[in-house]
């Protein structure tokens, strides 16, 4: 890591006010203090600091800074002279970059992640993890894109993102859902305060043979505040009283948990207009469908679709066999989340209540459908129960 | 890590002389003896004796700084390290403008590993003294290790760090440093006066009441402390020790020989050194002494300081001001 940077990055961090609550705030804080040139404030900063919070490893490296800041000139962030473990160094320096960057570059007011298109009405909050910026954004759903109320510094995998297989140690990329609330009983102190699975693999990461599983948002064991950026085995982790704060705002089996490379921010209208073009689709989808032509229909699916267990052909042979067999079918669509999965172009998914009615079969289901646009148009790639 | 060996050394030099206290003290001369005989004693290893000696002093004077201290010395080096404690507190107690017994406090503080108040100690030290080169010493080494202990909980290495504890530096008489002369005008007021009034204080009259006095004479004292304060800066120690009389009242009495190499060693060992002169004031006392007030801002790689200083000159029969003493506060 550059010194340079790190500290200018650190230093220009003063967007915060030192009286703010969280000790990233007070961190910040102190980085004020030191950009001004008062040390003896800084120190005392910093003291307040690590009373209140005595695991909070980062303000301690501060805290030695500020110190042998008084006997020599400082020559690095983090200006241990004795040999210790590097990596160790290397990631409370990173986490300090991570936490003052991200006091910096606050999103702007009108600005929300275009990953979020639509959450419906049971959706009360989703969750987006910035892996670049170690970031954990807190969206509430009311009105409009769902926009940021608070935004966490988070732990990812020792080895970066997107996971591919099982030990790679690894955080995946894509489109998740909190499956569990883990009872703080059963689990050990490795944890912390609470622990929230998702459905890695999900459909996508399956269809890409990628494996493994265990992947949580959880805690931080006791003696420590938080942990480097990069030293999960591919888990999200966040400070304890971090975990506090978001626990209330997960729903199981509701609470889309998106991983990104980097957030996208883009215009609430950008947005809209997205959701509106891809809802549009979904609706003439629905209408195809009970229009029985099943040509029709099936135009709105890729060549590259594919259930879980049939290719295109195989499932276009099946459909065309049942629609045509069918008297009258009604579809009914409700409660329709659209979730923008990351790095992947214009691949969405859309998940909703499927009420299907017909003279022969009739079933109420949870239906999770992969939209992708390919010339132009969305289209299916996949479809299954949700 | 600071080097301690340095100021070891300037500890052990002042050992050889009693240091401007015993100068200063109008006590019986046979009391002095004594508390010299303890320091010899002391000094060779003798402990008990040593501590015989000052208890004998002290059943005469039992008030007495000089041989409290001492006494608190021994005690320390014998490892009574809670006697030792309460004597120096009780100094800073009934003594609280001496540096020297808050600086042995903050030493057995921070052998005990109990940093925050060892830093406490020194700074007070510092504050009532902010010259006092031992204190800030020690503080230095003492801010190093506070850091290695900071850096270790950061980096969760904190498992009772066996590494080299580092002493600091005991100081084994009150009066050392730069600043004995000031020191010792307090606690013995009732029995001395302060050497800096003792030459004819009734000559002495500010610039403004003194017609006589050649009108540029203040003019060149300030230039010759500027020059001083810039050969200090630029560690040309020839050029700096130059600017000091050839009577120069060392502190503590210490030979000039011994002076000088301990100034030479101090200011060449230095990376950087800025001293910064402001605010002074010239008091000429006839054509051929003055005494100037200021403050003075030092800065070196490794220390800083602030405080009044206050330099008397003379000037030679060349002409030339030079210092012939010199005092923090």
């Not at chain 1, 909050?125 to 170690?134: E, F, G, P, T, Y």
């Not at chain 1, 679709?305 to 049939?310: L, V």
Request: charge should be positive; aromatic fraction near 8%; hydrophobic fraction near 40%.
């Amino acid at each position: 890591m550059r010194l340079a940077p790190l500290l200018a990055a650190l230093l220009a961090a003063s967007a915060v006010s030192a009286t703010g609550a969280t000790p990233e705030d007070r961190l910040s804080g102190v980085f004020q203090s030191i950009g001004a040139n008062r040390l003896d404030e800084a120190l005392k900063r910093i003291d307040a600091l690590i009373q209140d919070h005595p695991n909070f490893h980062l303000a301690h490296l501060v805290r030695g800074d500020l110190l042998l800041a008084r006997t020599r000139p400082l020559e690095t962030f983090g200006n241990v002279t004795k040999t210790v473990p590097a990596e160790r160094l290397e990631g409370l320096r990173e986490e300090a970059l991570a936490r003052m960057r991200a006091q910096r570059q606050r999103p702007a007011e009108d600005r929300v992640p275009r990953h979020v298109l639509q959450l419906h009405a049971g959706q009360h909050h989703a969750l987006i993890v910035d892996s670049k910026r170690s970031r954990l954004y807190v969206l509430a759903n009311g009105g409009g894109p769902p926009r940021v109320i608070a935004d966490y510094y988070v732990t990812l995998g020792k080895n970066g993102i997107a996971k591919v297989r099982e030990g790679d140690q690894k955080t995946p990329v894509g489109v998740y859902h909190v499956t569990a609330d883990l009872p703080r009983r059963k689990l050990t102190d490795f944890y912390g305060s609470g622990a929230f699975p998702i459905n890695y693999p999900n459909e996508w990461d399956r269809r890409l043979g990628r494996n493994g599983h265990g992947i949580w948002l959880h805690g931080v064991p006791s003696d420590v505040y938080s942990r480097p950026p990069r030293a999960s085995d591919g888990c999200i982790v966040l400070a304890n009283a971090d975990l506090d704060a978001v626990a209330p705002f997960i729903q199981v089996g509701l609470t889309p948990v998106i991983i990104a490379d980097e957030v996208e921010w883009a215009s609430a209208e950008a947005v809209e207009a997205e959701r509106r073009s891809l809802a549009e689709a979904l609706e003439r989808w629905r209408t195809d469908w009970q229009s029985r032509d099943t040509e029709r229909y099936l135009a709105h699916y890729s060549p590259r679709f594919r259930t879980a267990r049939q290719d295109y052909e195989a499932w276009a042979r099946h459909k065309r066999k049942a629609n045509g067999a069918r008297g009258w079918l009604e579809v009914g669509v409700s409660r329709v989340s659209m979730l923008r999965y990351p790095r992947e172009r214009d691949f969405v998914v859309v998940t909703f209540d499927q009420d299907y009615r017909s003279d022969g079969l009739s079933s109420v289901m949870r239906k999770r459908q992969y939209w992708v646009r390919e010339d132009g148009h969305w289209k299916i790639i996949y479809e299954g129960a949700a | 890590m600071l080097d301690l060996t340095a100021s070891r050394a300037t500890l052990r030099r002042g050992f050889v002389s009693l240091g401007a206290w015993a100068l200063l003290a109008a006590g019986p001369l046979a009391w002095g003896d004594e508390i010299q005989e303890a320091q010899k004693l002391l000094r060779a290893g003798q402990h008990q004796q040593a501590l015989e000696r000052v208890n004998r002093s002290l059943a005469a004077k039992p008030r007495d700084p000089q041989a409290r201290f001492l006494k608190g010395v021994i005690l320390t080096e014998q490892g009574n390290t809670k006697e030792a404690v309460e004597i120096f507190s009780r100094l800073t107690q009934d003594f609280p403008d001496l540096p020297e017994p808050y600086n042995n406090l903050a030493v057995i503080y921070a052998s005990q590993g109990q940093y925050e108040r060892a830093r406490a100690a020194l700074e007070q030290s510092i504050r009532t003294h902010p010259s006092y080169a031992t204190a800030y010493e020690n503080l230095g080494d003492l801010y190093a290790k506070l850091a290695s202990q900071a850096y270790d909980k950061a980096l969760q290495l904190d498992k009772t760090n066996k590494a080299a504890q580092k002493k600091l530096s005991l100081v084994r008489e009150i009066g050392r440093g730069p600043a004995p002369v000031a020191v010792a005008a307090k606690p013995v007021s009732e029995t001395t006066k302060p050497i800096a009034e003792a030459p004819k204080p009734e000559a002495r009259t500010p610039v403004a009441e003194k017609p006589a006095a050649p009108s540029d004479a203040s003019g060149e004292v300030l230039k010759t402390v500027n020059a001083w304060a810039q050969a200090w800066s630029n560690r040309d120690v020839d050029a700096y020790l130059a600017h000091y009389a050839k009577d120069f009242k060392t502190p503590g009495g210490e030979p000039r020989p011994a002076w000088e190499k301990g100034r030479r060693s101090r200011i060449a060992g230095a990376k950087t050194i800025s001293v910064v002169v402001s605010e002074p004031k010239v008091i000429l006392d006839g054509d051929k002494r003055a005494t100037v007030s200021f403050r003075q801002a030092y800065r070196s790689d490794t220390f800083r300081a602030t405080g009044t200083k206050t330099l008397v000159l003379v000037r030679s029969a060349d002409g030339r001001w030079q210092i012939q003493e010199e005092k923090a506060g």
